[in-house]
């Protein structure tokens, strides 16, 4: 199969992730723009950070002034899930070479489910060079959203009330999505309790890393448990 062809199948597969991520982009990068960050940092963030629905959280991390280690650690425990599902990729990863270290940066949900379906492409070398296009293209949706989200930020005012529900949104369906798809609801139940409970004694703008941490304490505690039911 030629580059041409290679690049068109991508980009017909990855059409559902530019309508989302486009939309999802300019959400991001009006909110930005309204904290009062210029849209370079959408650009920057969007190319070198590529967390999804951490960058919507990394918003209100920003106005807040938290320290570089909060940032880290929200991030790494809001992403943690990458961790487990791209264990199946660890040896597709490796026989692209440098390539690969781009492939898991920009593996997110969506790029993960699509890079799920490219069996199908005759040679171990079309399989690669299908899943590398796919990864590009859709990170190249979301740094044109966010981009262009913050540019009409800044020369066009716009009433953003509301929209940063879209993050909240996003990961409803997110979590909706899972509850529908998992065999057990315990995980699910424990991160609702303990994001209550720590709401309730440290207040909203204190309780997202504690809860974090105690949910996966938890959820390491109970690991034997749970893993049989899932």
């Given at each position: 199969?030629?580059?041409?062809?290679i690049?068109?199948q991508?980009?017909?597969r990855t059409?559902p992730?530019?309508?989302?991520?486009?939309v999802?982009?300019?959400?991001?990068g009006?909110?930005?723009?309204?904290?009062?960050?210029h849209?370079?940092?959408?650009?920057?963030?969007?190319?070198?950070?590529?967390?999804?629905?951490?960058?919507f959280v990394?918003?209100g991390?920003?106005v807040?002034q938290?320290?570089l280690?909060t940032?880290a650690i929200t991030t790494?425990?809001?992403?943690?899930r990458?961790?487990?599902?791209?264990l199946?990729?660890i040896?597709?990863?490796k026989?692209?070479g440098k390539?690969?270290?781009?492939m898991i940066?920009?593996?997110?949900?969506?790029?993960y489910?699509?890079?799920?379906g490219?069996?199908?492409?005759?040679?171990?070398?079309?399989r690669?060079k299908l899943?590398?296009w796919i990864?590009i293209?859709?990170?190249?949706?979301w740094?044109?959203?966010?981009?262009?989200g913050?540019?009409?930020?800044?020369?066009?005012t716009f009433?953003?009330?509301?929209?940063?529900f879209?993050m909240t949104a996003?990961?409803t369906?997110?979590v909706?999505e899972?509850?529908?798809?998992?065999?057990s609801?315990?995980p699910?139940?424990?991160?609702f309790?303990?994001?209550?409970l720590?709401?309730?004694?440290l207040?909203?703008?204190?309780?997202l890393?504690?809860a974090?941490?105690v949910?996966?304490m938890?959820?390491?505690?109970m690991?034997?448990?749970?893993?049989?039911?899932v």
């Amino acid at each position: 199969m030629s580059n041409r062809a290679i690049i068109k199948q991508a980009f017909l597969r990855t059409i559902p992730v530019m309508m989302g991520y486009v939309v999802l982009g300019v959400a991001f990068g009006l909110l930005l723009q309204n904290a009062g960050y210029h849209w370079v940092w959408a650009l920057g963030i969007s190319l070198f950070v590529f967390a999804g629905s951490m960058q919507f959280v990394l918003v209100g991390l920003l106005v807040q002034q938290a320290s570089l280690t909060t940032v880290a650690i929200t991030t790494l425990l809001v992403n943690s899930r990458h961790l487990f599902y791209g264990l199946s990729f660890i040896e597709k990863f490796k026989r692209m070479g440098k390539r690969g270290l781009y492939m898991i940066f920009a593996l997110t949900d969506e790029t993960y489910a699509l890079l799920c379906g490219v069996g199908e492409v005759g040679s171990d070398e079309g399989r690669d060079k299908l899943a590398w296009w796919i990864a590009i293209l859709d990170q190249s949706y979301w740094v044109i959203g966010s981009t262009l989200g913050a540019v009409l930020g800044s020369f066009i005012t716009f009433n953003i009330t509301g929209i940063d529900f879209a993050m909240t949104a996003l990961f409803t369906v997110i979590v909706v999505e899972q509850w529908l798809n998992s065999k057990s609801h315990l995980p699910a139940i424990i991160g609702f309790v303990c994001a209550v409970l720590s709401l309730v004694w440290l207040g909203p703008a204190q309780f997202l890393l504690p809860a974090l941490i105690v949910t996966v304490m938890i959820l390491l505690v109970m690991r034997n448990v749970l893993e049989p039911q899932v």
